[in-house]
């Protein structure tokens, strides 16, 4: 068959899921300019492909526009079509970004933590996923055997990574039914998200070629275990050197590092309904999982809402030491999680926050979380009236339409999604 390269451009909205129109590969220069068209109601299509309620109705037109820092490309060499797709941005016609233009939002949020701070922040999202041509087996958690099992989706896996510029680090079979982990290097600002959306995206399209699926959502069995997503993080300065590390401090924290820390904690009921966004994120974030249920920060516990990550001894501790905010997962735009994350840091060290004694629980519903958010000025703030108003009628809409399911009905639901 005759064939013509496409490309798609995409952006990730507040469904965490990777939307986006494609053009002929031969029209990328002009299309770089002009970007393809998109509607501002396209932001408030759900995890379900329903648009329950929307504040901007059918008017309206905007262009989303790729970014040349964020091309992923993967060939597959199986005779498949590539992976080949640009993340954008949503402007309006003139070109200003659009008020609820999620990568704007994050890079509005990392500006803000240069201008107070005069940092860059590095950061790497690490994700669970569960890997469907794997059958469980007793015994299976971090054995050789179940990465054996796998097959070769690893190592395709690991090659679009590689080609799409997200840097693989590590890959292993984790302690779930049929879960799997993987990692790539920390990059600075923006990209680092760029680089979780694509590494999400390759890990779909490698699953794909080989007749399965790679599934993020952020539980599949309310009775197991969860799929999280750990964003870990620490500062630079402007030489590049490490800015989040003090020995003198009982927790070895820079004083940003330590009042970037106490915003998340202090912002911690409104920011949950932003990176753990989906009904079923509360049922993974609940005791007994590895996983969050308090809004705390320790020192190497895979328990806490905020770990601070061990250090090799000998090796430069200052460049090493890192933080893991570990409340979000899949079901989130990694622009939106990094967003917000920093924003609720940068308004620590703003107001320079200290660490509570003790954590109170974190939400136990999205409602609850989302009624924070609502009621979070400092939020309202962050992402303008407009986005803050649209994002609670998007994720109240999707709630809505879950009423009556039980949870393991919710949770096959999102596994068909994410
Ligand atoms: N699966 C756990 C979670 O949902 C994390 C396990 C780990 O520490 O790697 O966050
Ligand atoms: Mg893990």
Redesign the pocket.
């Known amino acids: 068959m005759n064939r013509e390269a496409l490309i798609m451009v995409c952006t990730c909205e507040m469904s965490g899921r990777v939307r986006g129109k494609g053009f002929p590969a031969r029209e990328l220069s002009s299309r770089m300019k002009s970007g393809v068209g998109w509607v501002p109601t396209n932001s408030m299509i759900n995890a379900f492909s329903k648009i329950p309620a929307t504040p901007f109705g059918t008017g309206g037109d905007l262009i989303l526009v790729p970014d040349a820092e964020a091309e992923a490309k993967a060939e597959f060499g199986d005779g498949s079509a590539p992976e080949h797709f640009f993340l954008g941005d949503i402007r309006q016609l003139d070109g200003t970004p659009w008020e609820c233009c999620p990568r704007n939002f994050a890079r509005r949020a990392l500006a803000a933590l240069k201008e107070v701070a005069g940092v860059n922040l590095l950061s790497a999202f690490e994700h669970?996923f569960v890997y469907t041509g794997v059958e469980s087996r007793p015994g299976e958690s971090y054995s050789l055997d179940a990465y054996r099992r796998q097959g070769i989706f690893a190592e395709g896996f690991t090659a679009a990574l590689r080609q799409a510029g997200a840097e693989p680090e590590t890959f292993l079979p984790e302690?779930g039914a049929c879960q799997y982990e993987f990692t790539v290097s920390p990059a600075l600002g923006l990209q680092s998200a760029d680089r979780a959306v694509i590494a999400r995206e390759m890990a779909r399209a490698t699953a794909h070629r080989l007749g399965h699926r790679a599934i993020f959502s952020p539980i599949l069995d309310p009775a197991g275990?969860?799929?999280?997503v750990?964003i870990h993080f620490s500062f630079r300065d402007a030489h590049g050197g490490s800015a989040t590390h003090d020995p003198k401090d009982p927790f070895g924290l820079s004083p940003i590092a330590r009042h970037f820390a106490a915003g998340l904690l202090h912002h911690m009921p409104a920011l949950t309904a932003i990176t753990a966004p989906s009904s079923v994120s509360y049922i993974?974030l609940r005791p007994n999982?590895?996983?969050p249920t308090v809004a705390d920060l320790k020192r190497q516990d895979?328990g806490a809402a905020i770990r601070i990550c061990p250090v090799i001894p000998g090796a430069d501790v200052a460049r090493q030491f890192n933080l893991e905010y570990?409340v979000a997962d899949s079901a989130a735009s990694p622009y939106l999680t990094l967003g917000a994350l920093v924003f609720a840091g940068v308004d620590g060290i703003r107001r320079k926050l200290d660490l509570p004694s003790e954590g109170p629980p974190l939400s136990a519903t999205l409602s609850s979380a989302l009624d924070a958010l609502e009621a979070s000025a400092p939020a309202k703030e962050w992402m303008g009236a407009a986005f803050h108003n649209a994002y609670l009628v998007h994720k109240r809409g999707e709630l809505a339409g879950l009423e009556g399911l039980d949870e393991k009905a919710c949770c096959d639901l999102y596994a068909e999604t994410y």
């Open positions: 669970e302690y275990v969860g799929n999280g750990h993974r999982r590895w996983a895979r570990r």
